[in-house]
């Protein structure tokens, strides 16, 4: 069994990140005009989903849950709201190099196979806002800005993984 851990820093410096730009867009809100209203309203939203998976992902570090564990069965990870672990067999491949993102997708042999968990209010509200976002679905995106492992470094692992 294999766990990486978040890294601390980047978690707190986005989330710093994310408290400016929800800021500023919430000025945007109140003394520009309409165009600007409409926009920073989306940005309001964007910028508080990912301060509140920054805050999960802080929790989850000082609980000392590794962001990624790569067992002989499964891979879990918990860098993202709602983590689930996926089995091997379910897993057809590793994409990067996705549209300006440094994430690494979980591609699986069959989408149906993600399995659907009743949340609470908070994350149905952000599991739609990614939903209207992204043409992938959340729960399956490795977050590398959070692990304490290069890109480089990963791909191979979970690939040699995959192969067994």
């Not at 999960?56 to 609980?63: D, E, H, S, V």
Request: charged share 20%; proline share 3%.
């Amino acid at each position: 069994m294999i766990k990486l851990d978040f890294n601390k820093g980047n978690i707190i410096i986005s989330m710093a990140l994310c408290f400016l730009a929800a800021v500023i867009a919430l000025y945007a809100l109140l003394y520009k005009d309409l165009i600007f209203k409409l926009a920073s309203t989306v940005w309001v939203l964007v910028a508080t989903k990912v301060f509140y998976l920054r805050i999960q992902q802080l929790n989850r570090c000082r609980k000392g849950i590794a962001a990624l564990t790569i067992d002989h069965d499964t891979l879990l990870n918990n860098s993202v709201l709602e983590p689930q672990p996926i089995p091997w067999t379910d897993i057809d491949c590793f994409v990067t190099g996705l549209y300006r993102t440094t994430s690494i997708f979980i591609k699986l042999k069959d989408s149906s196979l993600l399995r659907k968990e009743k949340t609470n209010r908070l994350l149905h509200l952000l599991s739609f806002i990614d939903h209207n976002l992204s043409t992938k679905p959340t729960r399956l995106w490795i977050d590398m800005d959070v692990i304490n492992i290069r890109e480089q470094e990963l791909i191979p692992l979970l690939n040699q993984k995959l192969q067994r």
